[in-house]
């Protein structure tokens, strides 16, 4: 049986917990998406002194009772699969292209300037949308002008 189903499948749902929480469970998410609260405090919060808050657990719930049932329409349509598939093999190959390109330092950006982060991200991007489609491909003509080529 695959791993993840496994950690699913290993007790029923706690159906009861979720029910009680869900409240909270949405307030603290509300919370969160208006940016009245922080994640890093909500975790503190919740786990303060080695003990899981019970709305915490609910969310954790939840979130087991979303993933089986994503889980559940991933075994049971071969679209979905197929889906799933293409776009793991679309993110693994773009994932290979960064590494192969940012060799240096193990792939990670080493500047703290935001400006060369950004910068280095975008040449990183051309470089892979080029690598992937090819001066061949019938867009690029006539789309990169002698500026863009100088850096002016």
Known sequence: MDAHLQAILTRP??????????????????????????????????????????????????GNAVKAAFLWDDLRQQS?????????QVIE????????????????LTSHRVNDQRS?????????VSLMDGPENAAWPGRVTAAAVSGS
């Open 13 to 62: 749902l706690q159906w009861k917990l979720i029910k009680t929480r869900y409240d909270a469970v949405i307030k603290l998410a509300t919370a969160l998406r208006l940016g009245t609260a922080d994640s890093k405090s909500i975790l503190r919060r919740f786990t303060r002194q080695n003990v899981q808050h019970p709305a915490y657990r609910a969310r954790a719930e939840l």
């Open 80 to 88: 979905v699969r197929r889906e799933m598939h293409g776009s793991l």
């Open 93 to 108: 190959s773009w994932n290979s292209a960064s590494g192969f390109i940012l060799y240096g330092k193990g792939g990670e």
């Open 120 to 128: 280095r991200l975008l040449v990183l991007h051309l470089l892979q």
